[in-house]
């Protein structure tokens, strides 16, 4: 069964940094990634979507990356601001269902 | 503006009441999911449709029921045999069914049961 890892579970930043989410997964074979941020007591909002295909997105300030070999992805924020504090979560889709990281919670310090 | 809507945001149950939760989508989508979501775990699948008239079980089925009989409207029943209803439900909606587009999802409604 494929299983979705994201470290850390948090992450506190000073505003303006640069910072990496990282996603790992243990089965290779999947259709695409998406990462999505969910803000407390919220619905979830997506940010990216990566085909198997593909090997990064970007989107404004935000970029992911996949390398489906290693079984890793990415998200890249580039100058971090407060407004960007959520929970950060990684979805995998395989051939069979859609599987969950349990997020990374981002704190960007002002 | 396209999206997803669920009703009510917050709702408290007495123990042995179903209750049924609305989720409702004006994207046009064929496929649409309910996860459950508890502090400290992943999203969990219960039910899914590909189209309407038609919706499997997800992996935590037990205790809840769905029904499709459009393709706006996808509600989800919570019934009395669910042992631990307490939870955030979480709608969502693709064009196809899974590796087929991008998930999108409404603002959840959060169950109490008291």
């Known amino acids: 069964k494929q299983e979705v890892t994201q470290i850390p579970a948090a992450l506190s930043v000073p505003e303006g940094e640069n910072l990496v989410l990282n996603c790992s997964f243990t089965d290779s074979a999947i259709y695409n990634l998406q990462w999505f941020r969910q803000d407390p007591g919220k619905g979830l909002t997506s940010l990216l979507l990566i085909q198997s295909s593909q090997r990064e997105q970007t989107s404004g300030r935000l970029n992911a990356s996949l390398d489906k070999s290693s079984g890793r992805s990415t998200l890249y924020i580039a100058a971090s601001q407060p407004g960007d504090s959520a929970t950060y979560l990684c979805a995998v889709t395989g051939a069979n269902n859609l599987f969950f990281g349990t997020g990374t919670r981002l704190t960007v310090i002002p | 503006d396209g999206g997803i809507t669920q009703s009510p945001k917050y709702l408290f149950r007495k123990e042995g009441q179903n209750v049924t939760l609305s989720c409702e989508q004006n994207l046009n989508h064929d496929a649409m999911y309910w996860y459950r979501q508890d502090p400290g775990q992943g999203l969990r699948l219960i039910y899914y449709s590909q189209i309407v008239n038609d919706f499997q079980k997800g992996d935590i089925a037990e205790g809840y029921s769905v029904s499709r009989e459009k393709k706006e409207s996808f509600p989800l029943t919570v019934t009395s045999a669910q042992k631990n209803p307490t939870a955030f439900y979480l709608c969502?909606?693709?064009?196809?069914?899974?590796?087929?587009?991008?998930?999108?999802f409404g603002e959840g409604s959060r169950l109490t049961v008291l």
């Open positions: 969502a909606s693709s064009i196809g069914y899974r590796g087929q587009g991008e998930l999108f």
